[in-house]
């Protein structure tokens, strides 16, 4: 019944690995998020997809490339990994519309990752 | 440009008592949205309550109502008969170009630590 579901919850790597993150919402929504919380809880956008199109691309290394399958799936690929990519991944999702409606974010529980 | 500001790094409050945690915000753009999220220990984030900069009236959500004052730019959260599982961190968050806008960015505060204390 997860909204946002997001995998691995937790994720230890070293420094120069590759490693993906998954994301699925079963809400219908047609937009999809990727935001990063630092050690300080500081929350930013990263990336967002609206029906598969890329719509958000924030100043973010190459290394970080988002992927959307289908409307219901974003996940996000990390190439290389270096320390200070170690943070909270957060994956979520919304209606997208000009008509009406506060369109609000529906968050994953984020997933954890620790760069060593 | 900050474009949310909380100035509460952190707060306690009594159980039972009513808090209001600050949040300014700076736009140009006449039409926006502002929301609260609660983020517990446990890491998830949670929907509060959201604000649209058009709406007459300020939004209450149960015990969560949004204390909107568009000439000052402030959206201050307002949380009655404080609970202990209240505790937790909350954020503030604005996004440009009314209810949609062109991609519905949501730009974060950085966020008030409120302990209640029993």
């Known amino acids: 019944d997860t909204a946002v579901s997001q995998t691995p919850k937790y994720l230890v790597t070293q420094m120069g690995n590759d490693k993906s993150i998954k994301c ?3 809400l219908g929504h047609d937009t999809m998020y990727w935001y990063k919380q630092d050690s300080k809880k500081f929350l930013k956008i990263m ?5 598969k199109e890329l719509i958000i691309n924030e100043t973010v290394p190459n290394r970080f490339s988002p992927k959307s399958p289908d ?12 320390l200070g990519d170690s943070a909270v991944y957060f994956c979520a999702s919304s209606h ?5 409606g506060a369109n609000v974010l529906t968050f994953g529980a984020g997933s954890r ?3 060593l | 440009a900050q474009k949310i500001t909380q100035t509460q790094p952190g707060m306690f409050v009594q159980e039972k008592e009513a808090v209001t ?5 700076d736009t140009s753009d006449p039409s926006y949205g502002l929301f609260w999220y609660k983020q517990p220990s446990s890491g998830e984030m949670i929907f509060l ?8 009236q300020n939004a209450t959500e149960g015990r969560y109502s949004l204390n909107f004052q568009k ?3 402030s959206a201050n959260l307002v949380i009655s008969a404080s609970q202990l599982g209240d505790s937790a961190m909350y954020f503030c968050a604005m996004r440009e170009g009314g209810y949609g806008g062109a991609t519905n960015k949501l730009i974060f505060g950085t966020g008030t630590l409120l302990a209640v204390q029993p």
């Open chain 1, 24 to 26: 699925e919402q079963n």
């Open chain 1, 47 to 51: 990336f967002s997809y609206n029906n």
């Open chain 1, 71 to 82: 409307k219901a799936h974003l996940n996000l690929h990390i190439n290389s990994l270096e």
């Open chain 1, 96 to 100: 997208l519309s000009s008509g009406g």
């Open chain 1, 113 to 115: 990752l620790t760069v």
């Open chain 2, 21 to 25: 945690l600050d949040c300014t915000y």
């Open chain 2, 49 to 56: 309550i959201y604000q649209g900069s058009y709406d007459q």
């Open chain 2, 71 to 73: 000439a000052r730019k």
